[in-house]
Structures are given as structure tokens and as C-alpha cells.
């Protein structure tokens, strides 16, 4: 596909249990960021990946949150033991990251997210 | 601490007047500041940046912003708003490893 597609597009689990989000990049790009969105607030930094550097984590906001890449393709974030407040929108975005011109590689495209519902 | 506001939770605009959505910033450098826009249910689109260069940016669907030095500003304006323009707004400034960092959003509300 043209766009970042994400998958499911709506998860509702019960407390504790675990869930895997997942995230298919333009392809191409070498940049991926996941973001959480809380009802009426704004993005909030989650991880990066950038080609086959070690990724930035620094926005996970707890050890129940982790995330993969497999080279420049997939990505999941995997959210285990979910509690209520994880209830958010995902979303996922990607970018050139270093390549191409200086404003394409800052532009990034965004998937519609995966709406996470925790009981 | 680098950050972003968008200090207005909504704006509401009749059609056909004119719009404009705020936003301030704090980072260290020159920044690098954006717009995107949400529409219900679906994902974040790009709007326009600016980098460098003419403080007066234009990007898609006539929406244009004025980069402000002195008052780290990046207000998102349009001359005559349209119905179709409701929506969420979000401001961001990149810092390391080209990440954004957002403003809380603006929701934009257009009467007819």
C-alpha cells in the first residue's frame, strides 16, 4: 500500500492481559515512530527506530511496554499486563529518516492508529 | 525545556472569514516547526513546515503560517476558512534524532 497501515484498528482486552499492535511503514522509509494519543491530549512520544541503530526508547513509559522492528519493515509495540490507563489511540509514523532532502526526511506520514480499549 | 503550546483548546470561525490557529515554542536552535492536521478517524496529515528560509510558509488546502523569531511563534492562519477546514490542528518542533515534539492540539470549528 501507498500509506502506514496499522492493524487492528480497534482492541478492547480486560485488564492484564497483553496485546500486540502492529505497524506496516511506507516502504522505503527508514524511520519509525510510535506515539500514544490520550483522549484530548497530544502525542506523546513513545520510541523511534532509525535503519539498524539501536532505537530510542526513552518515551516507553513503563517495562510493560516494548516495541520491535525487524529491520526496515514491521513493526509491533507490545503492551503486556495492560492497565486502564493504557486505554489510548497508537499510531504509528514513518519517515526517509537520513535520506533525502532536508524536508523530506522530517516529514512523517502517519497510519489511523489502533484504538486501544482496556476493561 | 523544549516544548510547544497551543494555547487555545478550540477555535470556532464562521465560513468565509478569516482563521488562525496559535502556537508558541521553546527549543534551543533553530527550530524546525510544524503543522499537521487530524480529521475525525483518521490519521495525522502534514500541513506544511518551515526550516529555513521566507518566514511565511504556505502549505496545502491554502493554509499558511508566519514563523516568529522574537516571539517563537508559529501561528497557522487562512484567509477565508471553509466548513470542510473543522478539524483537530497540531504544532510541532523537532529536536534530536528528528523527533517531534506536540502541542496538545487545537480543535478547529468552522460554522457555516
Known amino acids: 500500500g501507498a500509506g502506514v497501515s496499522q492493524s487492528p484498528s480497534n482492541k478492547v482486552t480486560e485488564k492484564g492481559k497483553d496485546v500486540e499492535l502492529r505497524c506496516d511503514p511506507i516502504?522505503?522509509?527508514?524511520?519509525l515512530y510510535w506515539y500514544r494519543q490520550r483522549l484530548g491530549q497530544g502525542l506523546e512520544f513513545l520510541i523511534y527506530?532509525?535503519?539498524?541503530?539501536?532505537?530510542?526508547k526513552s518515551g516507553l513509559p513503563s517495562d510493560r511496554f516494548s516495541a520491535e522492528r525487524t529491520g526496515e519493515s514491521v513493526s509491533t509495540l507490545t503492551i503486556q499486563r495492560t492497565q486502564q490507563e493504557d486505554s489510548a489511540v497508537y499510531l504509528c509514523?514513518?519517515?526517509?529518516?537520513?535520506?533525502?532532502?532536508?524536508?523530506?526526511?522530517?516529514?512523517?506520514?502517519f497510519g489511523a492508529g489502533t484504538r486501544l480499549s482496556v476493561l | 525545556a523544549q516544548s510547544v503550546a497551543q494555547p487555545e483548546d478550540q477555535v470556532n470561525v464562521a465560513e468565509g472569514n478569516p482563521l488562525t490557529v496559535k502556537c508558541t515554542y521553546s527549543?534551543?536552535?533553530?527550530?524546525?516547526l510544524f503543522w499537521y492536521v487530524q480529521y475525525p478517524n483518521r490519521g495525522l496529515q502534514f500541513l506544511l513546515k518551515?526550516?529555513?528560509?521566507d518566514n511565511l510558509v504556505k502549505g496545502s488546502y491554502g493554509f499558511e503560517a508566519e514563523f516568529n523569531k522574537s516571539q517563537t511563534s508559529f501561528h497557522l492562519k487562512k484567509p477565508s476558512a471553509l466548513v470542510s477546514d473543522s478539524a483537530l490542528y497540531f504544532c510541532?518542533?523537532?529536536?534530536?534524532?528528528?523527533?517531534?515534539?506536540w502541542g496538545a492540539g487545537t480543535k478547529l470549528i468552522i460554522k457555516p
Open positions: 509514523a514513518s519517515s526517509l529518516g537520513f535520506s533525502g532532502t532536508e524536508l523530506a526526511k522530517n516529514i512523517q506520514y
Open positions: 516502504s522505503g522509509h527508514t524511520a
Open positions: 527506530f532509525q535503519g539498524n541503530s539501536a532505537p530510542d
Open positions: 527549543v534551543s536552535g533553530n527550530p524546525y
Open positions: 518551515y526550516i529555513t528560509g
Open positions: 510541532a518542533v523537532r529536536v534530536r534524532n528528528y523527533q517531534l515534539i
